[in-house]
C-alpha cells in the first residue's frame, strides 16, 4: 500500500519518485501507470522463468511468430493477417503496444481480449515502445533483415463477433526503404501478399516540417510502389493510412496544412494504386501522445474495428483454391463501398 503522499507508478521502469520525472516523459495526468502500484507479474503455466536476471523479459515460448507458426494459425483458425507498414520512426512498435495497453484496461471498441501465444512479445513491445518515448526516436527493432514477425491476438465481441484471431505483422522498418532504396534486393513481403488489410503509417510529426513532409510523401509512395512491382499486392486486400501522432498535429500550428497535405497524399495514393486495392480509408490515430490534449490509444479502437470487420462480400466468389491457402485468397476482386471513417 502506497503510504499517504508517497509518489508511486506502475510502471518499474519509472523512477518518478527519485527523479520526480514521467518515465515516459508524460505529463502526469495522462501517465496510465501513475499513482498506481506496480502489479505483481504472474507466470503462466508452462512458462519458466528466465535464469539470467539481465535477460528478465526475454521469457521463451510466448515470442512472436514465425510466417510458418502464423501460417499454422491461419490454417486452423478464422484469422486476419494485418500487416503494419512505414518507414522507421512511423509509430508501428506504439501502435502495437498502445493496443496491448488498451487490452489491460478492458474492451476495444466492442471486442475483448481472449488469448495471445505472444503474451511476451506484447510485453517486450510495450517495453520498446516506452523506451523509444523516453529516447523520443524509434525503438531498437528487435528483428534482423529478412524476417518478419506476427503477434496473436484472439478476441471475442464487438467486430470480432463470436471470436477472431488477428496476426498483427511487423517488420523492421528499415527493410521498406532498402526496399525503395534498391529494388533489386527487393523481398516479397510474404505477410503483406497474405494480408487482408495493409495499414501504412505516416508519420503526423514528419508532415509538420515542409521538407521532411516531401520526402515523407515520396517514401510513402515509394513503399507501395515497391510492393506492387514485388508482386505483394493481390488485389484483394484493403489498403488504411494511418496519419501517426495526431497530438502533434493537433497542436501545431500548421495543422490544417497537415491534414490536407495527408489528404493529398491519400488522394495521390487512390489515384495511383487505388486499381490495386479492393479499398482505400484513412484515419488518424494517437499511439502514445506527449500531453494531456489527446487521450493515448485515440483512434486505435476504431483500427481495430476495421481491421476485425468482415471483409466485404466480393461481387463474384472465386472458384476453390486449396485448402491451405483460402485464407489468404479469400478475395480478388475489386469491391466498391463499405466505407469505415
Ligand atoms: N507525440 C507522439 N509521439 C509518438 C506517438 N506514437 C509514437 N510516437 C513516438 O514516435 C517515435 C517512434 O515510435 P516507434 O513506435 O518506435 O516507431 P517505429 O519505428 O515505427 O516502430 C517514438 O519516440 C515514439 O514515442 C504519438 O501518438 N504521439
Ligand atoms: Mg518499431
Given at each position: 500500500m502506497a503510504e499517504d503522499g508517497e509518489v508511486i507508478c506502475?510502471?518499474?521502469?519509472?523512477r518518478i519518485s527519485e527523479t520526480g520525472r514521467c518515465v515516459e516523459g508524460l505529463e502526469l495526468e495522462v501517465c496510465p501507470h501513475y499513482g498506481r502500484e506496480p502489479e505483481v507479474e504472474e507466470i503462466a503455466d508452462g512458462e519458466a522463468e528466465t535464469s539470467d536476471p539481465g535477460a528478465g523479459l526475454a521469457l521463451p515460448g510466448a515470442d512472436t511468430l514465425t510466417l510458418e507458426q502464423a501460417s499454422q494459425v491461419l490454417r486452423r483458425s478464422d484469422a486476419r493477417v494485418i500487416a503494419i507498414i512505414g518507414p522507421k520512426g512511423a509509430g508501428k512498435t506504439s501502435l502495437i503496444a498502445s493496443l496491448y495497453d488498451l487490452f489491460q484496461e478492458g474492451d476495444v471498441g466492442g471486442a475483448e481480449y481472449a488469448r495471445s501465444e505472444t503474451l511476451h512479445a506484447f510485453e517486450l513491445a510495450c517495453h520498446d515502445a516506452r523506451a523509444a518515448s523516453r529516447r523520443g526516436e524509434p525503438d531498437m527493432e528487435r528483428t534482423g533483415h529478412g524476417e518478419v514477425r506476427f503477434y496473436h491476438l484472439d478476441l471475442a465481441g464487438?467486430?470480432?463477433?463470436d471470436g477472431l484471431t488477428l496476426l498483427l505483422g511487423d517488420r523492421a522498418g528499415e527493410e521498406y526503404r532498402s526496399a525503395v532504396d534498391d529494388a533489386a534486393e527487393l523481398s516479397p513481403f510474404p505477410e503483406i501478399r497474405r494480408a487482408d488489410t495493409v495499414t501504412v503509417l505516416v508519420d503526423g510529426q514528419r508532415l509538420q516540417d515542409a521538407g521532411a513532409r516531401h520526402n515523407l510523401r515520396s517514401e510513402i509512395v515509394m513503399i507501395l510502389q515497391a510492393l506492387l512491382d514485388g508482386g505483394a499486392?493481390?488485389?484483394g486486400q484493403r489498403l488504411v493510412l494511418a496519419l501517426t501522432k495526431m497530438d502533434v498535429v493537433q497542436a501545431s500550428p500548421h495543422r490544417d496544412r497537415a491534414e490536407t497535405n495527408f489528404m493529398g497524399l491519400a488522394a495521390q495514393v487512390e489515384r495511383v494504386f487505388g486499381g490495386s486495392f479492393r479499398q482505400v480509408e484513412t484515419c488518424m490515430i494517437a499511439a502514445s501522445p506527449k500531453t494531456a490534449a489527446v487521450k493515448r490509444g485515440t483512434g486505435v479502437a476504431e483500427m481495430l474495428t476495421f481491421w476485425a470487420s468482415p471483409a466485404a462480400m466480393p461481387a463474384i466468389v472465386q472458384p476453390a483454391v486449396a485448402p491451405s491457402l483460402r485464407a489468404f485468397a479469400r478475395l480478388t476482386i475489386k469491391h466498391e463501398g463499405g466505407n469505415n471513417d
Open positions: 506502475a510502471n518499474r521502469e519509472c464487438g467486430a470480432a463477433g499486392l493481390r488485389g
